[in-house]
């Protein structure tokens, strides 16, 4: 198995791989999420699709909980208490939209993860706020939570639409990050479940996607240290930035090939 994980590709490509994963780390580190949109669109412009969202999965986990247990258990279960039906169905959808991942073809692929990498960073970076009214918060539940977990299963990402919502709610700026927290971390074992289960991660995929664990994990202990140290506003728009350029030449490699 391990000779199969070898071959999977050049070492030039691991060692690229290792430095995406060292990045997307940092930036999950210093602004909260945006981990595996960093990591998916690099890792997708050298490796094939399914090896990339293959590689995605443990360090999403990882740093996923790390971000929630610098929370405590009673606010953690306070957060889950008070959004769990927009979590409950966000893992859902992973887990079954998971199972489609290895049907689609390349190139629709790319385009599955471009468009909405354009589209949501575009909505940050322009700062374009959306606001949901109380008596219609059930229904945006379902409405956000199925596109979310939808995303989520499909691409690997499910942060940019999950703080659109949190903020569209009013959602307090302490609450957000823990409410993004929990929504990640729990996401993210549905991820893990769901390609399992669908044989993207596999005895060949997982050692892979288990080396970029040491790179995202000193990513993101290098984001905490410098969180601090930076102007968040101004590093969160130049990542969107970038987000927005990688995205929209994976659209053009969807669209031509």
């Known amino acids: 198995m ?3 994980t070898l ?3 050049p070492l030039w490509a691991f060692v690229a791989a290792c ?3 060292l990045v997307a780390g ?3 580190g210093a602004i909260g999420f945006a ?3 960093v990591m998916i669109s690099g890792l997708t412009l050298f490796l094939d699709p399914l090896l990339a969202v293959a590689g995605v999965v443990l360090p999403i986990v990882m740093s996923n909980l790390l971000q929630v247990l610098r929370f405590s258990r009673a606010e953690i279960i306070q957060a889950f208490r008070e959004y769990w039906r927009f979590i409950l169905i966000v893992c859902v959808m992973i ?3 998971a199972q489609f991942i290895t049907v689609i073809p390349t190139q629709v692929f790319y385009l599955i993860i471009g468009i909405p990498v354009v589209i949501l960073s575009l909505i940050q970076l322009v700062g374009v706020r959306f606001s ?3 008596r219609y918060r059930r229904a945006a539940e379902w409405g956000v939570g199925l596109f979310t977990g939808s995303l989520g299963g499909l691409t690997g990402t499910w942060g940019p ?3 659109l919502y949190l903020i569209a709610l009013d959602t307090p700026k302490a609450k957000l990050i823990l409410v993004q927290g929990v929504v990640y971390s729990l996401g993210a074992v549905s991820l893990l479940a769901g390609h399992l289960q669908s044989g993207v991660l596999n005895l060949v995929t997982a050692p892979f996607s288990a080396a970029l664990l040491i790179p995202g994990f000193i990513g993101m202990r290098m984001g905490f240290w410098m969180l601090d140290r930076l102007n968040p506003d101004m590093f969160r728009k130049v990542t969107l930035i970038v987000l927005v350029i990688t995205g929209a030449n994976l659209v053009r490699r969807g669209l031509m090939g």
Do not use: D, N, S
């Open 35 to 37: 981990m595996p949109l």
């Open 132 to 134: 949901i009214p109380p």
């Open 2 to 4: 391990l000779q199969e």
């Open 95 to 97: 887990l079954i939209v």
């Open 7 to 9: 071959q999977l590709m």
């Open 161 to 163: 639409p999950t703080v």
């Open 26 to 28: 940092f930036v999950k």
């Open 19 to 21: 430095g995406v994963t």
